[in-house]
């Protein structure tokens, strides 16, 4: 632990407080163990008889009391947060190439086997504060060293080294090239420091956002790789499954640490991996023994080795992507039945038209059959009447059968709606009569005008009377047609109403009646409320059924107007 907060103490900051503090306190500790250690070694050494030139006890015991004393109560003042960090520290600085010089002087001045300490706090000037501190320091050094070869020269020491016969300097040379040469290397000592920490500080701030930025792609992968909707499974030479996302474990029904490290056939023996392929289907078996339709395709997955394991690289390791396709299956065989369907009906459009040629040949033909027999009653004009009625009736259910299976192109334009209804009675001979019987009622203001197909939209007319006519016997009551202005899903439009007060309409059987060949008549084709959905829907509009059994029915055609159509 000392050891790290060592060299944690030496690593350069990024200009932060609280790292300042942090290396400053570590300096103070390093001084007092340092000078602690430096005096006490040599102590020792001179006990056994190595000629060392030391202070007396008293005095080398004043100099570590000051030592503590001065490192102690800088201790306690850098706890205070008002303190100016930059400036606290370059004074430790100061203090510590006091401390050396004062060493130095004390133990043989030019002679003294110490003078390197003033290496220290160059050193730790350059790498806690860059090259300014480290230059301070040296600078300080310098002349602090400059001072003691100055003092040993004028003869100015201390009374010990006279009794020991201490020999100084007297060669102004001599003198000057020691002052030179370690001058020289404090300076060139703050310079490399300062370079050093500098560098050190810029390759760890990109070391800092590399490694920040690592973190967030991997974070970025981890995401993709839980939140992909495809499952993802990665086995490694052994087959033995080494990661498994969500999506996977959600395909099939397998928790991902559930399977992570067992082998990949003991839960997905379908899967071949022996041979790779663009894409596989399989029946997979879930864990709750259900059975899906699945779509894999794999490949191999060049792994770099572990170097903490020494492992050689993963030569047959795979990535498998999984997907459950039993949806897609089902959408693709809904599609195919679509278009087998479409082809149907348009084979059936065509048979239908060119059945009405010979159709009209027979009506003809009976009609020619009615005039011979010249209004007589027999067995020939009650069969031409059959075919007649029957003839009619086909060529209606064709007619209904093309215009559903072939809807004819919208000629959009205005119209009066009071209007479109009489003229659809009015060209129905039945409803023309039960019109004429106040059996059909209109409630139709005169000057409101809709917008659309105005023949088509007499189909619709047409169509929604016939059924009720049919439904509502005439002791019920009329059938009343109505129609307002009104609005739907913010759109505004024209509302009619065809209302009659027959049985109604069954809640189970009014999900069906919109379904084409769906009848409750005998005589039915089950188009009508096909075409009629149909021709609404192809104006944008809405189709509403208000019934209920016992209580009459009322259908809502809703028409938008012409501003709100997309």
């Given at each position: ?16 407080n ?14 007092v163990?340092?000078?602690?250690l ?34 102690i ?9 008002d ?44 790498l ?25 020269y ?41 370079t ?16 920040l930025e690592f ?11 839980e ?43 379908s ?22 339709r ?59 038209h ?27 004009k ?41 003229e ?25 005008d ?6 088509q ?46 049985p ?63």
């Amino acid at each position: 632990m000392m050891n790290f907060g060592f060299f944690k103490a030496l690593t350069p900051i990024y200009d932060n407080n609280r790292q300042l503090r942090r290396h400053i306190l570590w300096l103070l500790l390093i001084r007092v163990i340092f000078f602690t250690l430096l005096i006490g070694i040599t102590a020792v050494l001179a006990l056994l008889g190595t000629q060392v030139l030391l202070p007396p006890p008293a005095v080398t015991l004043a100099f570590l009391a000051v030592l503590f004393i001065f490192s102690i109560g800088s201790t306690a003042l850098l706890q205070k947060n008002d303190l100016r960090l930059q400036r606290f520290g370059l004074i430790q600085f100061l203090s510590d190439t006091i401390f050396a010089a004062i060493l130095v002087y004390g133990t043989g001045c030019s002679q003294s086997i110490f003078t390197p300490v003033f290496i220290l706090p160059v050193i730790a000037g350059g790498l806690i504060m860059y090259r300014t501190g480290g230059l301070m320091s040296a600078a300080a050094a310098t002349i602090l060293y400059g001072l003691v070869l100055f003092m040993e020269y004028a003869g100015v020491l201390p009374d010990y080294m006279a009794e020991i016969g201490y020999v100084t300097v007297h060669d102004v040379l001599k003198a000057t090239n020691l002052f030179a040469v370690y001058g020289v290397t404090f300076f060139l000592t703050a310079f490399l420091s300062g370079t050093l920490a500098a560098r050190l500080r810029t390759t760890e701030e990109a070391l800092s956002r590399t490694s920040l930025e690592f973190d967030r792609l991997t974070l970025l992968y981890k995401q993709i790789f839980e939140d992909i909707s495809t499952g993802i499974i990665t086995v490694d030479d052994a087959g033995a499954i080494t990661s498994c996302n969500t999506a996977a474990g959600r395909i099939t029904g397998y928790p991902p640490a559930e399977v992570i490290g067992r082998p990949i056939e003991d839960h997905f023996p379908s899967l071949q991996l022996e041979k790779i392929s663009i894409r596989q289907v399989v029946d997979l078996k879930k864990k709750d023994g259900s059975m899906i339709r699945a779509g894999y395709s794999f490949s191999r997955l060049n792994l770099p080795p572990d170097p903490e394991r020494a492992d050689v690289a993963c030569n047959n390791c795979k990535v498998i992507t999984l997907q459950d396709i039993s949806t897609i299956e089902k959408m693709e065989k809904r599609v195919r039945e679509a278009e087998k369907m479409a082809a149907i009906g348009e084979l059936s459009a065509s048979i239908a038209h060119d059945f009405r040629n010979p159709l009209a040949a027979i009506s003809g033909c009976a009609q020619l059959l009615a005039l011979e027999e010249g209004g007589q009653e027999g067995t020939g004009k009650s069969l031409s009447t059959i075919i007649l009625r029957e003839s009619n009736r086909m060529a209606k259910t064709i007619t209904d059968f093309l215009q559903f299976a072939r809807p004819a192109a919208i000629q959009e334009e205005w119209f009066d709606l009071q209007r479109l209804v009489i003229e659809s009675i009015a060209a129905e001979q039945d409803l023309h009569s039960r019109y004429l019987k106040g059996l059909i009622e209109m409630n139709i203001p005169e000057n409101l005008d809709g917008f659309g197909d105005r023949q088509q939209l007499q189909t619709v007319l047409t169509h929604l009377l016939e059924n009720s006519l049919t439904f509502s016997p005439e002791e019920n009551g009329p059938i009343t047609v109505s129609a307002r202005e009104d609005s739907w899903n913010v759109i505004n439009g024209i509302r009619i109403e065809v209302r009659d007060l027959g049985p109604g309409i069954d809640p189970a059987t009014r999900e069906k009646i919109f379904q084409p060949f769906f009848s409750t008549r005998e005589s039915g084709t089950g188009l009508g409320l096909a075409i009629i959905r149909q021709i609404v829907e192809n104006h944008h509009g809405e189709v509403v059924v208000i019934s209920s059994p016992g209580q009459g029915c009322t259908m809502q055609i809703f028409l938008p107007l012409p501003s709100h159509i997309a």
